[in-house]
């Protein structure tokens, strides 16, 4: 999955924490805050069910975890882990800003090796973070060892809009506009903002990732294209 684009931890942990605290404001300017109905229509798709641990992976500044906590039981708890401290630091402050914190858990932790017993977590989610693992393939593994027989791993992740004359505005906007508007305004050494077109676009998307996750060992997997196909909510089950 995607090779060719430097998706080395040190690099990953590092771009990201230098994007930190510009990270919120950036990605609402660039989507017109139309990520956040992403996330919503994520949990609305794969809702919770009753109150066993939901686990947010790459949850960056907790916006997933914290769309869950708006939803589930009081009593269910909820895990938000990112192996970047500064953007866990952002999540951590949002946290306590809606009075979260109680809800929400934050641990510090790397994908690939989620320091969680096997079949603990009713949903394993992520929002456009897979990509950025650097094996992609183990942390959807992981994801699914985590999992309880029968729960639901949920990937939201950006894709290439599929309707025309759409595709072909989004695609220089994606390519073109959004990275030099991302550097200007959250400045970091490492073009995050040049990555982020750069990794989507070596990704797999719709039936190929739909594909991947059947080969990890999922059932009953679907995809559902979000606003014209920008965005894709891959689920399957365990």
Not at 10 to 36: C, E, K, T
Not at 68 to 82: H, L, Q, S
Not at 96 to 108: I, K
Not at 169 to 177: I, K, V
Request: net charge positive; charged share 25%; glycine share 8%.
């Amino acid at each position: 999955m995607g090779s060719e684009v430097d998706k080395s931890a040190l690099r990953v942990r590092r771009m990201f924490g230098q994007i930190a605290p510009r990270y919120d404001f950036v990605n609402h300017l660039l989507s017109l805050s139309i990520d956040r109905r992403w996330r919503r229509r994520a949990v609305r798709l794969v809702p919770p069910c009753g109150q066993e641990p939901i686990l947010d992976v790459c949850t960056g500044t907790g916006d997933l975890a914290l769309a869950y906590r708006r939803v589930a039981d009081e009593a269910t708890p909820i895990i938000a882990a990112d192996f970047c401290r500064p953007m866990l630091a952002v999540a951590s402050r949002k946290c306590r800003r809606l009075g979260a914190r109680g809800r929400v858990r934050l641990v510090e932790a790397d994908t690939l090796r989620l320091p969680f017993p096997d079949h603990a977590f009713q949903v394993v989610c992520v929002a456009f973070g897979l990509r950025n693992v650097a094996d992609p393939d183990a942390g959807l593994a992981e994801m699914i060892r985590v999992c309880r027989v029968g729960g639901r791993v949920a990937v939201l992740e950006f894709s290439m809009a599929s309707v025309w004359p759409i595709r072909t505005l989004y695609r220089w906007y994606f390519q073109r506009l959004l990275p030099w508007i991302g550097q200007a305004v959250a400045r970091n050494e490492e073009k995050a903002y040049n990555y982020l077109p750069a990794s989507v676009g070596t990704f797999p998307e719709g039936e190929a990732l739909a594909e991947r996750m059947r080969r990890a060992g999922l059932t009953n997997v679907w995809f559902a294209p979000l606003t014209f196909g920008i965005s894709t909510l891959y689920v399957g089950e365990k």
